[in-house]
């Protein structure tokens, strides 16, 4: 582990653990009740984390569209919800570098890799083995 996975790590733990559950808590929002026939966009990206050591972490959010030009991301972590123009520029966040899914879509992802995420990317987890996989209980 990298000084900076370390100091990454630290912020992780003193958070109580919420910072690690952006993917689960993104995909939920998505893929529950309010994902059905729904606007609603699960997001993976590369953020630039905004306290030292100031970097590149894999992150989960939920966009929607209010308006074509209005969109609103519901951060994975926190449950804020920030216009997305403001979410990427605070965040560092490149569009272009991210990967979108529908619910049907997430569904799907979730039941191939049987995890919550990333899947897609040079970040992409590979799926897991059976005993360690998510249900779809949970």
């Known amino acids: 582990m990298t000084d900076a996975e370390a100091r990454?790590?630290?912020v992780?733990?003193?958070?109580?653990?919420?910072?690690?559950?952006?993917?689960?808590n993104a995909a939920r929002m998505v893929v529950g009740p309010l994902g059905f026939?729904?606007?609603?966009?699960l997001v993976h990206?590369?953020?630039?984390?905004?306290?030292p050591p100031f970097i590149e972490y894999g992150h989960a959010w939920v966009e929607q569209a209010i308006t074509d030009e209005f969109v609103l991301c519901i951060d994975g972590n926190?449950?804020?919800?920030?216009?997305?123009?403001l979410y990427y520029r605070v965040g560092g966040i490149q569009e272009e570098d991210c990967y979108s899914y529908t619910p049907n879509e997430a569904r799907a992802?979730?039941?191939?890799?049987?995890?919550?995420?990333?899947?897609?990317?040079?970040?992409?987890v590979p799926p897991i083995i059976e005993s360690e996989a998510i249900t779809d209980e949970e």
């Open 78 to 85: 926190t449950g804020d919800v920030i216009p997305k123009h």
């Open 8 to 10: 990454l790590a630290e």
């Open 12 to 24: 992780i733990i003193k958070s109580g653990g919420t910072l690690g559950d952006c993917y689960m």
């Open 45 to 51: 990206g590369r953020p630039i984390l905004s306290v």
């Open 37 to 41: 026939d729904s606007d609603l966009k």
């Open 109 to 124: 992802k979730m039941r191939k890799f049987k995890h919550y995420g990333p899947w897609d990317g040079p970040h992409g």
